[in-house]
C-alpha cells in the first residue's frame, strides 16, 4: 500500500525539488540491534521517525520508506542483505528511480573518528568498510556519491576489530551515539532544505570541535 501511494513518476519526473535516498548500512536481526556496526540504520530509523515516514515495505531488498520533507521526495532504505553485500540493494534502488549519484547518501559507521563525532562528505572512498565496498561495486566503481560517517571510536588495545564492531555500545558511548543520531537528522534535514555543500560546510566545522574535544576523552 505504502508503495502505491507514491508513483514512480511522481517521483522520478518532477524537475524541481529532485528526490533523494537515503541509505543505511548494517545488519538484519535482533542480534546486531543495537551494535556499533548498525548506527546507520539507526539513523534511518531516527531519521524516519522524526519525520514520520514509516519503515513498513521490503523493496529491492530493503526495509523501505518514502514520504514528503517539506516538499522534497525522500526515499529511505536499509538494505537486509547482510553488510557485505549492501550494494546488491542500494545500487538497484537508485537504478530503479534514476538517480544520479549526488542524490544518493549512504551512512555507514566509521572507525577513523572519536565515538559520536559526524562527517558529511560529497564523495571519497570505501576506507577498507566492506559495505561501502559493495555500494561502490554495484555502483560500477562509481565513488561520487555522498556519504554520512558516523564515528564508533577505535578497538582498544589487540580486540579483532571485527568483534569490535558487532559488540553493542557501553553506556557512555550510547549516549554519544544518541546525542549524535540527533545532530544527523539535523544535518539531513539542512541537506534537503540548503543542499549538500552548504550543509556539508556548515555541519563539518561543528563536527571538527566536538571531534577536538572527544578524541582524548574515554568511553
Not at 524516519?48 to 530493503?62: D, L, N, R
Not at 539542512?190 to 572527544?214: I, P
Request: net charge positive.
Amino acid at each position: 500500500m505504502l508503495l502505491r501511494s507514491f508513483s514512480k513518476r511522481c517521483f522520478c519526473t518532477a524537475i524541481n525539488p529532485r528526490p533523494w535516498l537515503f541509505v543505511g548500512l548494517g545488519n538484519p536481526g535482533d542480534k546486531y540491534k543495537g551494535t556499533r556496526h548498525n548506527v546507520g540504520f539507526e539513523l534511518i530509523d531516527a531519521f524516519a521517525a522524526s519525520q514520520g515516514i514509516p519503515m513498513e515495505s521490503v523493496f529491492f531488498k530493503a526495509t523501505f520508506g518514502k514520504g514528503l520533507v517539506n516538499g522534497v521526495p525522500v526515499f529511505l532504505a536499509k538494505p537486509q542483505t547482510y553488510m557485505n553485500l549492501s550494494g546488491e540493494s542500494g545500487g538497484p534502488l537508485a537504478a530503479y528511480y534514476k538517480l544520479p549519484l549526488n542524490r544518493v547518501l549512504v551512512f555507514h559507521d566509521d572507525m577513523d573518528l572519536p565515538c559520536g563525532v559526524l562527517r558529511l562528505h560529497p564523495k571519497g572512498n570505501h576506507g577498507r568498510h566492506n559495505g561501502l565496498k559493495s555500494v561502490i561495486y554495484h555502483f560500477r566503481g562509481n565513488r561520487e556519491f555522498p556519504r554520512l560517517r558516523i564515528g564508533i571510536g577505535k578497538p582498544p588495545g589487540q580486540m579483532d576489530p571485527k568483534a569490535f564492531l558487532l559488540q553493542k555500545f557501553n553506556a557512555t558511548a550510547r549516549e554519544r551515539i544518541d546525542a549524535a543520531l540527533q545532530e544527523g537528522v539535523d544535518a539531513l534535514k539542512q541537506v534537503l532544505s540548503k543542499g549538500l555543500t552548504e550543509s556539508a560546510r556548515c555541519f563539518n566545522t561543528e563536527q571538527k570541535y566536538k571531534h577536538l574535544r572527544l578524541q582524548t576523552m574515554p568511553v
